[in-house]
């Protein structure tokens, strides 16, 4: 677990990691030579420290002929970003997951305030992401690669769905749209707060909920996601009753790395996925309908004006 590896680690081995980290675009497996120039270790403490991440499978040891390689693993890059939410006092401490899925874990942390928080850590997911460019649910990161620049397979899809997350979750903060507070970014990891039903206890998802009122519901969602699109200029791309939260009485839409701008080319694709994932549901759920048309949301855009 997270939290335990942290109790593990310290400055040093954490400077190991950055360096690895740094130079991990140049080399699959970076010999020991090259960390000694970048670090001001001695040779024999990076050895014990690599022994010692490797046995925390934090790093990955490789033998390349008469020399030795080594290779930052996913916990950590974990290790990075939440050591630098600790040093910069975003939060004192990190505690349990509180959920898993093939896209992202949540981590439970704790601010200086007090106040409880999330920690989400994108993953990579090999079978969303192998055919990118054909990927619909995620254009967005197609859509981030062209504003870096960048080939597909040169994206660092984590750390773009970690910023699309972000910023975006920024954008509709600031517009007054119900989604839980950003705190900060840090490589592919979102620091959010946490919307808590008792303290440390995430509120649930609208899924886990029985609704007294599914009809203002559902028109409340309609009316938010229909602001969302029009006035924030912004489409989730996977709204559905797994992505919305109940909390004190009121709906808050999270889960945003998919979310792709209205000039995008397919946005209406999206718009219309989402539309029918929320109506679905609440029709099958609580056989209740919404006054508004899928055609209230679709995008009307000359093509000459798109971006995308």
């Given at each position: 677990?997270?939290?335990?590896?942290?109790?593990?680690?310290?400055?040093?081995?954490v400077?190991?990691?950055?360096?690895?980290?740094?130079?991990?675009?140049?080399?699959?497996?970076v010999?020991?030579?090259?960390?000694?120039?970048?670090?001001?270790?001695?040779?024999?403490?990076?050895?014990?420290?690599?022994?010692?991440?490797?046995?925390?499978?934090?790093?990955?040891?490789?033998?390349?002929?008469?020399?030795?390689g080594?290779?930052?693993?996913?916990?950590?890059?974990?290790?990075?970003?939440?050591?630098?939410?600790?040093?910069?006092?975003?939060?004192?401490?990190i505690?349990?997951?509180?959920?898993?899925?093939?896209e992202?874990?949540?981590?439970?942390?704790?601010?200086?305030?007090?106040?409880?928080?999330v920690?989400?850590?994108h993953?990579?997911?090999?079978?969303?992401?192998?055919?990118?460019?054909?990927s619909?649910?995620?254009?967005?990161?197609?859509?981030r690669?062209?504003?870096?620049?960048?080939?597909?397979?040169?994206?660092?899809?984590?750390?773009?769905?970690?910023?699309?997350?972000?910023?975006?979750?920024?954008?509709?903060?600031?517009?007054?749209?119900?989604?839980?507070?950003?705190?900060?970014?840090?490589?592919?990891?979102?620091?959010?707060?946490?919307?808590?039903?008792?303290?440390?206890?995430?509120?649930?998802?609208?899924?886990?909920?029985?609704?007294?009122?599914?009809k203002?519901?559902?028109?409340?969602?309609?009316?938010?996601?229909?602001?969302?699109?029009?006035?924030?200029?912004?489409?989730h791309?996977?709204?559905?009753?797994?992505n919305?939260?109940?909390?004190?009485?009121?709906?808050?839409?999270?889960?945003?790395?998919?979310?792709?701008?209205?000039?995008?080319?397919?946005?209406?694709?999206?718009?219309?996925?989402?539309?029918?994932?929320?109506?679905?549901?609440?029709r099958?759920?609580?056989?209740?309908?919404?006054?508004?048309?899928?055609?209230?949301?679709?995008?009307?855009?000359?093509?000459?004006k798109?971006?995308?």
């Open positions: 677990m997270l939290e335990k590896l942290i109790r593990k680690v310290d400055e040093k081995d400077a190991i990691l950055r360096v690895l980290d740094g130079l991990r675009g140049s080399f699959e497996f010999l020991l030579e090259k960390l000694k120039e970048k670090l001001p270790y001695s040779e024999e403490l990076i050895k014990e420290r690599l022994r010692k991440l490797s046995s925390l499978k934090i790093v990955q040891a490789q033998k390349q002929g008469e020399y030795i080594f290779k930052i693993l996913e916990k950590g890059m974990d290790i990075i970003s939440v050591w630098n939410f600790i040093k910069h006092d975003k939060i004192v401490a505690l349990s997951q509180i959920g898993k899925g093939k992202s874990i949540l981590y439970s942390a704790i601010d200086k305030e007090k106040n409880w928080v920690v989400k850590l993953r990579y997911y090999t079978q969303e992401f192998k055919k990118i460019e054909k619909l649910a995620y254009a967005s990161i197609k859509l690669g062209i504003e870096l620049n960048l080939a597909d397979y040169m994206i660092d899809v984590p750390r773009a769905k970690a910023q699309i997350e972000f910023h975006s979750m920024k954008r509709l903060y600031d517009a007054g749209i119900n989604v839980p507070k950003p705190i900060d970014l840090d490589r592919h990891v979102v620091l959010m707060e946490m919307l808590c039903e008792q303290p440390g206890i995430a509120s649930p998802l609208l899924k886990d909920v029985k609704l007294t009122n599914p203002d519901a559902l028109e409340l969602i309609m009316d938010d996601y229909h602001t969302i699109i029009n006035k924030i200029g912004l489409v791309g996977d709204l559905s009753e797994f919305i939260i109940v909390h004190e009485n009121d709906l808050y839409y999270i889960d945003w790395p998919q979310a792709v701008p209205i000039s995008y080319k397919f946005a209406n694709k999206l718009i219309e996925r989402d539309y029918r994932n929320i109506t679905s549901y609440f099958d759920k609580y056989k209740v309908e919404t006054t508004r048309s899928l055609e209230d949301f679709l995008i009307k855009i000359k093509e000459e798109r971006r995308f």
